[in-house]
């Protein structure tokens, strides 16, 4: 059995722009070709895989044989790989980043999240993306340790040395319970209660939480490095907490978490800057990421009431 020879990539093109145009003469006019160059393609292309890709008898139009209908798929994926190829390389000659990695703050919106990285795979369809989420100090940690170019982060990451930022918004953070809790069956709160109960703290492992609590009122806490952990032992009653208010509407609408008002612990705005270091200014696509961030942020209405987190 012989082995097929390597068909060339203006070979494939060729082969193509026969099939989506329907004609060799359309083809030629397609690629701006002599038809005798397209058949001659063509014939060469069939010579090198040892196959009839198209029946040319019997009708006007070239039909695929069954050979030619098999390898069609493989052909397209090679030539749209080719042509990834080329953008790629053209954006890197632009300046374009291959690759970004984005660090984002779990308390963040999911859905503004979703929008931006939406948009971002229609803007820069070359540039591959790394999304880290993470918590508190962990995100200006990820930046400032390079495993991250651009983040959005919490407060936490306000005055840290070696980092620029840009304020990117924030989010209400509310105290809530199950309905079954005793603070979510109370009529009222008084102050001092919230510590009778286990508080859910999220936390994390880096340098800047290390041994430092925030918005932490109950001496009888259970500490958790995961937000969608927390949110499901919530629910469970297992204690009360803060959540950020977009992740938790459902809930408050569907009863499934109840709001506490707690005179000592109302909750708190959260607010997020975008965050880079500062002797690494980010690139044009993670610069487009800070700007769509910033822009959304700015929409922000805070709830009265609630001081700065």
């Known amino acids: 059995m012989s082995n097929p ?5 203006d070979q494939l093109r060729i082969f193509l722009a026969i099939v989506d145009t329907g004609s060799f003469a359309a083809a030629g006019r397609k690629l701006n070709r002599a038809v005798s160059v397209i058949s001659y393609g063509i014939a060469n292309l069939e010579a090198q895989l040892g196959l009839e890709l198209f029946d040319r008898e019997g009708t006007r139009k070239p039909q695929l044989t069954v050979a030619g209908r098999a390898l069609l798929a493989e052909v397209r994926t090679i030539s749209q790989g080719i042509d990834g190829l080329r953008a790629k390389v053209k954006g ?16 963040l919106p999911p859905d503004r999240l979703g929008r931006v990285l939406r948009a971002f795979k229609q803007e820069f369809p070359t540039v591959q993306l790394k999304l880290h989420m993470e918590a508190l100090g962990a995100i200006a940690a990820m930046v400032l340790d390079r495993k991250a170019i651009v983040g959005i ?10 980092l620029e930022s840009r304020m990117a918004g924030s989010v209400a953070m ?3 319970a199950a309905p079954d ?13 919230g510590r ?8 994390d492992r880096s340098r800047f939480t290390e041994g430092r609590d925030y918005s932490v009122t109950s001496p009888q806490t259970w500490r958790l490095a995961d937000l969608s952990a927390k949110h499901a032992l919530l629910r469970e009653g297992i204690g009360w907490g803060n959540m950020p208010l977009p992740m938790i509407d459902g809930d408050l609408v569907a009863g499934t978490l109840v709001r506490l008002h707690m005179p ?16 690494t200014p980010p690139g044009p696509a993670a610069s487009w990421l800070l700007d769509q961030f910033v822009e959304l942020g700015a929409q922000d209405r805070e709830l009265e009431g609630l001081g700065d987190i």
């Open 196 to 203: 009778e109960y286990t508080q859910l703290v999220l936390t």
């Open 264 to 279: 000592d612990h109302v909750g708190g705005t959260y607010r997020f800057n975008g965050v880079w270091r500062r002797d």
């Open 181 to 193: 809790h005793p603070l979510g069956r109370a009529k009222e709160i008084l102050p001092g209660m």
């Open 5 to 9: 020879g390597t068909p060339t990539f």
């Open 174 to 176: 509310v105290p809530v």
């Open 153 to 162: 982060s919490g407060p936490l990451s306000a005055g840290v040395e070696g």
């Open 92 to 107: 890197l000659l632009d300046g374009l980043e291959a690759e970004v990695d984005l660090a984002i703050d779990v308390m």
